[in-house]
T-cell receptor
Framework: DAGVIQSPRHEVTEMGQEVTLRCKPI?????LFWYRQTMMRGLELLIY????????DSGMPEDRFSAKMPNASFSTLKIQPSEPRDSAVYFC?????????FGQGTRLTVV | GDSVTQMEGPVTLSEEAFLTINCTYT??????LFWYVQYPGEGLQLLLK?????DKGSNKGFEATYRKETTSFHLEKGSVQVSDSAVYFC????????????FGPGTSLSVIP
């Protein structure tokens, strides 16, 4: 398996624009997680899904953030409108009963 | 609630020094415990794991023992190398139907020649 695949690897956008991050989990995994990592706040869990259903979105910073998982092989994290303070590395991870496997991350820069 | 606490970093060691990174946890039930490593510019990778009390996880010279009585999972390595410079995350996974993984804040390690 190719592992968890995230796209794009890097994204630079202007403040106010919509940003969509994409994730393909490992085939057969039934849990999917979105994390945000910054120097100031470390690794934060934004939302996680189980069997495509959002279980806990209490980490989502505000209404500008939304996440979907329309099927078992795809998830998106959308920020609309984006702000400079959203600049971070966003990781997607998937798991099946045990450890989580991480993607390489998307480095988002909002200018 | 369920949580993971790690020693504050950054930790700076000379090559071949002994490494200990402390990790303690709070959890209902009996979690599985993990150490992840993040090298610069990369995602997190699983380093080792233990699924029940007294289990010892080991990989690449690193070890950690699941201590239920002290709710700890300290990471150790007898002789660190420059290539071990990274951020280390302790984590737990609750044995519920939702497979939630909870991470500690991470400890940055720098090994100098």
């Amino acid at each position: 398996d190719a592992g968890v695949i995230q796209s794009p690897r890097h994204e630079v956008t202007e403040m106010g624009q919509e940003v969509t991050l994409r994730c393909k989990p490992i085939s057969g995994h039934n849990s999917l997680f979105w994390y945000r990592q910054t120097m100031m706040r470390g690794l934060e869990l934004l939302i996680y899904f189980n069997n495509n259903v959002p279980i806990d979105d209490s980490g989502m910073p505000e209404d500008r953030f939304s996440a979907k998982m329309p099927n078992a092989s795809f998830s998106t994290l959308k920020i609309q409108p984006s702000e400079p303070r959203d600049s971070a590395v966003y990781f997607c991870a998937s798991s099946l009963m045990t450890e989580a496997f991480f993607g390489q991350g998307t480095r988002l820069t909002v200018v | 609630g369920d949580s993971v606490t790690q020693m504050e970093g950054p930790v700076t060691l000379s090559e071949e020094a002994f490494l200990t990174i402390n990790c303690t946890y709070t959890a209902t039930g009996y979690p599985s415990l993990f150490w992840y490593v993040q090298y610069p510019g990369e995602g997190l990778q699983l380093l080792l794991k233990a699924t029940k009390a007294d289990d010892k996880g080991s990989n690449k010279g690193f070890e950690a023992t699941y201590r239920k009585e002290t709710t700890s999972f300290h990471l150790e390595k007898g002789s660190v190398q420059v290539s071990d410079s990274a951020v280390y995350f302790c984590a737990l996974s609750l044995k519920t139907s939702y497979d939630k993984v909870i991470f500690g804040p991470g400890t940055s390690l720098s090994v100098i020649p």
